[in-house]
């Protein structure tokens, strides 16, 4: 079978890529998408908070630093916009045989609001469940890397940025914790590393586990 006709008959896939900041999740998303497109496959690359109008004023006000949230507040408004997104955009490029490729899901809020800002980890399980109508990714790529590499890498200024590194530390051990417990669900990349290399492993688990998705 031809790679493009195989490519096409796995049908829907979706995959979340998350870590801490400046640890290239966007362009590694760029580069999933455009490769998965040259090789034939239906994909549509999307992030979060945003993702479609709405959820683009969401991150308006979650982004800006002269907005002071509460904690419940921002967690909420995380979980706003995602419930947007899965409905508006996920949900329908999956019902079309899509593979979708979000930068940042469920796992940034257990991450951030969970381990950087202290809320119940039980709690943003529950909204997260809430917003998503339990959807789940079939893969997450975690590109780990210690904290302080990442922001020196970032242009951005935004409110999480601007955080103490004690936050930042808390969210990466978030992350490789949320990792320890679904191991079939990870793969942990190290982001210090030319992207290509980042990029050949994401692609590699990407095309194991849309074929054993097919197979199982
Ligand atoms: P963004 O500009 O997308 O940054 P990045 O390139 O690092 O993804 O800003 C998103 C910010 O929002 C980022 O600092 C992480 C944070 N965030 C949360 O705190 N919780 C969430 O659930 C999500 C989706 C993002």
């Keep these: 079978?031809?790679?493009v006709q195989l490519a096409d008959e796995l049908g829907s896939f979706f995959v979340t890529i998350e870590?801490?900041?400046?640890?290239?999740?966007s362009t590694l998303a760029r580069l999933l998408g455009e490769k998965l497109k040259h090789d034939?496959?239906?994909?549509?690359?999307t992030a979060?908070?945003?993702?479609?109008?709405?959820?683009?004023?969401?991150?308006?006000?979650?982004?800006?630093?002269?907005?002071?949230?509460?904690?419940?507040?921002?967690?909420?408004l995380f979980e706003a916009a995602r419930a947007q997104h899965v409905e508006r955009v996920i949900k329908p490029a999956l019902a079309n045989g899509a593979v979708v490729i979000c930068d940042r899901f469920t796992d940034s809020s257990l991450a951030?609001?969970?381990?950087?800002r202290g809320i119940n980890i039980s709690e943003v399980r529950m909204l997260n469940d809430y917003a998503t109508g339990g959807l789940r990714p079939h893969l997450?790529?975690?590109?780990?890397?210690?904290?302080?590499?990442?922001?020196?890498?970032?242009?951005s200024t935004d409110r999480f940025s601007r955080e103490?590194?004690?936050?930042?530390?808390?969210?990466?051990?978030?992350?490789?914790s949320i990792a320890r417990e679904e191991p079939e669900r990870f793969l942990v990349v190290n982001a210090d590393q030319p992207i290509e290399v980042v990029a050949a492993a994401a692609l590699d688990a990407i095309n194991s586990c849309r074929l054993g998705k097919e197979s199982g």
């Design 112 to 116: 951030y609001q969970g381990w950087g």
């Design 40 to 45: 034939g496959v239906q994909v549509v690359v």
């Design 164 to 176: 103490c590194i004690e936050f930042h530390r808390a969210v990466r051990e978030g992350y490789l």
């Design 48 to 76: 979060e908070p945003g993702g479609d109008p709405v959820g683009e004023q969401i991150r308006q006000l979650l982004l800006n630093s002269s907005n002071t949230l509460t904690r419940k507040a921002e967690l909420l």
């Design 1 to 3: 079978m031809k790679a």
């Design 140 to 155: 997450t790529i975690l590109l780990d890397l210690p904290p302080e590499r990442g922001l020196v890498r970032t242009r």
């Design 19 to 25: 870590g801490v900041e400046g640890a290239g999740k």
